[in-house]
């Protein structure tokens, strides 16, 4: 990883930390609906990437509350990742459809996915 993309990473961290996110507006009734969709998908991320940090902070501003796994601090997400999606890449989102799972490892695919369902 070039130095650019590793202290573009590093600020977008901070800011991060930093900068709450607002949420979407809802009511409760359609909040429930949502926690219990979006519980079936796992966001692998890291700390340090800005596509993982870019996406994690859409998925709060939709009010997702999706299960977040940092594969550069748990080997074991890591291992589902590459097992799962075929390739150890991050952000990557798993969708639990019921029958089958779908692994989107593009952010703009990701963010395309998300606005498209919620």
């Known amino acids: 990883m070039n130095l650019t993309k590793q ?3 590093k600020a977008l961290n901070i800011v991060d930390r930093l900068v709450p996110v607002r949420p979407v507006a809802r009511t409760s009734d359609e909040q429930n609906q949502l926690d219990r969709e979006s519980r079936r998908m ?4 890291c700390r ?3 596509s993982s ?3 994690k902070r859409q998925c709060e501003k939709l009010g997702l509350r ?3 796994k940092d594969v550069m601090r748990v080997n074991a997400y890591r291992n589902e990742l590459v097992h799962g999606g075929g390739a150890p890449k991050v952000p990557c989102l798993r969708v639990d459809n019921g029958q089958s ?3 989107l490892y593009s ?3 990701i963010l395309d996915y998300l606005k498209n369902r919620f």
């Open 107 to 109: 952010s703009d695919a």
């Open 101 to 103: 799972e779908e692994w």
């Open 48 to 50: 340090t990437c800005a």
């Open 7 to 9: 202290l573009k990473g």
């Open 53 to 55: 940090i870019t996406v």
């Open 42 to 45: 796992h966001l692998y991320f």
């Open 66 to 68: 999706v299960v977040e």
